[in-house]
T-cell receptor, first 113, second 114 residues
Framework: NAGVTQTPKFRVLKTGQSMTLLCAQD?????MYWYRQDPGMGLRLIHY???????AKGEVPDGYNVSRLKKQNFLLGLESAAPSQTSVYFC????????????FGQGTRLTVV | AQSVTQPDIHITVSEGASLELRCNYS??????LFWYVQSPGQGLQLLLK??????LVQGIKGFEAEFKRSQSSFNLRKPSVHWSDAAEYFC????????????FGQGTELSVKP
């Protein structure tokens, strides 16, 4: 049982490049989330999904896009990376709202130079 | 607006000493509250959660937290800290009926002196 798996774990991008972060969960969870973690700011929600085929904006969505074509996968895209997007990105999933905990991936450390 | 505040950015305690990490929240409805721990280079692990009922909740690794509605607080405690408890701790509130989003505090980094 792998839980929540993020790919890749590390990446360095040049300004203007694009990339996609993959989050996969094998727990049949409906809800999935992308957060970014920056020093002194905790985790902030970028986008989330409450089921296959749905996405919604979180607190800091600008510069990111997401897709949830399959229930088990939640993709985070950066179309044109900027240094301000240097961060650690965490994916999380939960079975349903409220009553269960969210399970987190190990994180992706992204540096944009 | 909903928010979570952890007033202490960094705390250092001696091994064997007691620990209390503070968390205050601002949320209009009954809060669902969580404490997560993050070891260096790792993801977040749930320590404990409060949904309703007994205001003193027990978690893993000997941690407990007390929900105080009158003070809008959910402080984390441990009677005797171990060196392995050194990590970053995050308090969070769940936005119910809003997609299950979590609002996190800024985090408190715990160092443990031998």
């Amino acid at each position: 049982n792998a839980g929540v798996t993020q790919t890749p774990k590390f990446r360095v991008l040049k300004t203007g490049q694009s990339m996609t972060l993959l989050c996969a969960q094998d727990m049949n969870h409906e809800y999935m989330y992308w957060y970014r973690q920056d020093p002194g700011m905790g985790l902030r929600l970028i986008h989330y999904s409450v089921g296959e085929g749905t996405t919604a904006k979180g607190e800091v969505p600008d510069g990111y896009n997401v897709s949830r074509l399959k229930k088990q996968n939640f993709l985070l895209g950066l179309e044109s990376a900027a240094p301000s997007q240097t961060s650690v990105y965490f994916c999380a999933s939960s079975y349903e709202e409220g009553d269960t905990e969210a399970f987190f991936g190990q994180g992706t450390r992204l540096t944009v130079v | 607006a909903q928010s979570v505040t952890q007033p202490d950015i960094h705390i250092t305690v001696s091994e064997g000493a007691s620990l209390e990490l503070r968390c205050n929240y601002s949320y209009g409805a009954t809060p669902y509250l969580f404490w997560y721990v993050q070891s260096p280079g790792q993801g977040l692990q749930l320590l404990l959660k409060y949904f309703s009922g007994d205001t003193l909740v027990q978690g893993i690794k000997g941690f407990e937290a007390e929900f105080k509605r009158s003070q809008s607080s959910f402080n984390l405690r441990k009677p005797s800290v171990h060196w392995s408890d050194a990590a970053e701790y995050f308090c969070a509130v769940l936005l119910y009926n809003q997609g299950g989003k979590l609002i996190f505090g800024q985090g408190t980094e715990l160092s443990v002196k031998p």
